[in-house]
C-alpha cells in the first residue's frame, strides 16, 4: 500500500538507493522476484523502479550476467605525503606496471555544455583537449579524453604528450593537482568507442569521470576514460 501521494515505484526507487547505498561498486543485486518479497510490493513495480535506477546511472543490467550496483561516487584524497600521486600513470606506477599512450587529438577549442559544468567555466571559455588511446604493459586499457581550462597552462598545446606524464607537466607549471573526485558508470560503448577499444558498437564499458582540484578547491581537470 502506498503511504504517499508518490507513485510507489518511485516510493520503492528512493528505498532501494538507500538499501544498495552500503553495497560496494558492482556489487550484484538480488533479482527481480527477491527485490518484490524484500520489499513487499510486485515484480512489475521493482521493474520500473529498476528501470529509473537505470536510467539514473546508479544500477547497470547485463545481458545473461544480471544487475549491478554501480552507484558509489568516491572521493579520493591524496594530500597525505606518502601518496603515489594523481593520474592512471602514477598509481599503475606504483603497483609496478607501466603506461603507454597513442595521442588521437591534442586541441584548443571551447567545451561542450557539459565538459564546461564539469569545469565549472563557461562555454566561451577555452580549453586545452588531449585524447589518447592508453595502454597498460602493452595491454589497451582505455580511450582517455582530459579537459583543462587552457588559462591555467596555456604551454600545454606545445607538449607531446605520446612522451609526457600530464599532471606531472603541470606540477612543471605551478598547476598541483591536490584531490580527485571519480564517479563510474557502466553503459553501452558508442562505434568511435568500440572501434578504438576492438570492441563491438553496444558491448558494456565502464566509463570512469574524474573531476581534479588543486589545493584551494579550484576544478583543474576534467577526465573521462
Known amino acids: 500500500m502506498k503511504r504517499t501521494g508518490t507513485p510507489l515505484h518511485l516510493e520503492i526507487q528512493d528505498e532501494m538507493i538507500a538499501y544498495f547505498s552500503k553495497f560496494e561498486y558492482y556489487s550484484p543485486l538480488p533479482g527481480e522476484r527477491d527485490l518484490s518479497n524484500m520489499f513487499n510490493v510486485s515484480r512489475p513495480t521493482i521493474r520500473k523502479a529498476l528501470e529509473k535506477l537505470e536510467d539514473e546511472n546508479i544500477i547497470v543490467r547485463i545481458q545473461g550476467k544480471g544487475t549491478f550496483y554501480i552507484g ?6 591524496y594530500s597525505d605525503s606518502n601518496h603515489n600521486g ?6 599503475l606506477s606504483s603497483a609496478g606496471k607501466f603506461t603507454k599512450n597513442r595521442v588521437l587529438k591534442q586541441a584548443v577549442e571551447f567545451p561542450k555544455s557539459n565538459v564546461a559544468s564539469y569545469l565549472n567555466i563557461s562555454e566561451t571559455d577555452l580549453v586545452f583537449h588531449l585524447k589518447r588511446v592508453r595502454y597498460v604493459n602493452d595491454d589497451l586499457y582505455s580511450l582517455a579524453d582530459d579537459y583543462i581550462p587552457l588559462k591555467i597552462c596555456p604551454k600545454l598545446i606545445d607538449i607531446d604528450f605520446t612522451e609526457h606524464n600530464l599532471f606531472r607537466t603541470l606540477e612543471e607549471h605551478n598547476v598541483t593537482p591536490y584531490k580527485e573526485e571519480k564517479n563510474i558508470e557502466i553503459r553501452k560503448a558508442d562505434i568511435q568507442e568500440a572501434t578504438y577499444l576492438n570492441l563491438n558498437e553496444n558491448d558494456p564499458i565502464s566509463i570512469t569521470r574524474i573531476t581534479t582540484y588543486d589545493k584551494d578547491g579550484n576544478i583543474i581537470q576534467y577526465a573521462n576514460f
Open 86 to 91: 594523481l593520474g592512471l600513470s602514477s598509481i
Open 72 to 77: 558509489n561516487k568516491v572521493p579520493i584524497d
